[in-house]
């Protein structure tokens, strides 16, 4: 779950939704800057399913009560993830195993590889064979070059989303959180310094180089879930029974800038 608390509510936004973002926007993905091929349409999947892990898990979310609000999937109890992770990727897999294997990669960057957690520890063990066997399952060669560029473009997209999820419409840049203040950590033939993002407005955002065809719009599902309504009801009746207000957000690039309509 993606929540920014407010004075009186929180704005929840469900993993899966946040994803379906991510998918929308590698659907403007500038086609010269990737050919089209099973493998891309396939990578393309990866990136809207993503998060699918986290469904069971944000349809009931839980109190937090050291921070006293909701757990987010950056704060959510790690055994729990972990096996929503492998059940995730499982899914994922099971439709496509080069699908699998982009989201398992994913997934593993989140943890470091000499962690001596004996929880991470045997989830990146068991993620490293399910790419091995996915990859011999697949019976095909896959040059490294185009699996990172698929990769680093499931990442892109995901950080892009996260970008205009984790923090509200026009959020200065003094006041971004810091995992983007400085850009994006991805770089492409095309963006050797990576790709920066700036909001506009409370309504659009620039891209610096801008990596689509043309702008576009996505529509962020906010849900304003009220704290009286938290206490009365709980969490989890106040979210499912929350209203679905959508916000929508323009990407343009930094010498393209549409008047706003």
């Known amino acids: ?107 593993a960057s989140f943890f470091q590889e000499d962690s001596h957690d004996p929880l991470i520890v045997e989830f990146l063990k068991q993620e490293e064979k399910r790419r091995k066997d996915l990859y011999e399952w697949m019976e095909m060669d896959i040059p490294y070059d185009v699996y990172h560029l698929h990769f680093k473009r499931l990442q892109f997209c995901d950080d892009l989303s996260l970008y205009v999820c984790m923090q509200e419409p026009g959020t200065p840049k003094e006041q971004e959180i810091p995992w983007f203040k400085d850009g994006f950590r991805q770089t492409f033939d095309f963006a050797p310094e990576g790709i920066y993002p700036q909001w506009d407005s409370a309504r659009q955002v620039i891209l610096d180089p801008f990596p689509f065809e043309q702008s576009f719009h996505v529509q962020i599902p906010y849900r304003r879930v009220y704290k009286e309504e938290i206490k009365r009801r709980g969490l989890v009746e106040a979210f499912q029974e929350a209203d679905i207000d959508p916000v929508t957000v323009t990407f343009v690039g930094k010498e393209e800038k549409p008047p706003l309509s």
């Open 1 to 107: 779950m993606i929540v920014i608390e407010k004075t009186d509510h929180f704005i929840m936004i469900p993993q899966h939704e946040h994803a379906g973002i991510s998918g929308s926007i590698v659907d403007h993905w500038k086609n010269h800057f990737l050919l089209r091929s099973k493998l891309r349409e396939e990578a393309d999947w990866a990136i809207r399913q993503h998060d699918r892990a986290w469904i069971p898990l944000d349809e009931k979310p839980v109190w937090n009560d050291e921070k006293q609000r909701p757990y987010t999937f950056v704060d959510y109890p790690l055994e729990e993830k972990l096996l929503a992770y492998e059940r995730g990727i499982g899914e994922v897999a099971s439709k496509s195993f080069y699908a699998g294997m982009l989201c398992s990669m994913h997934y």
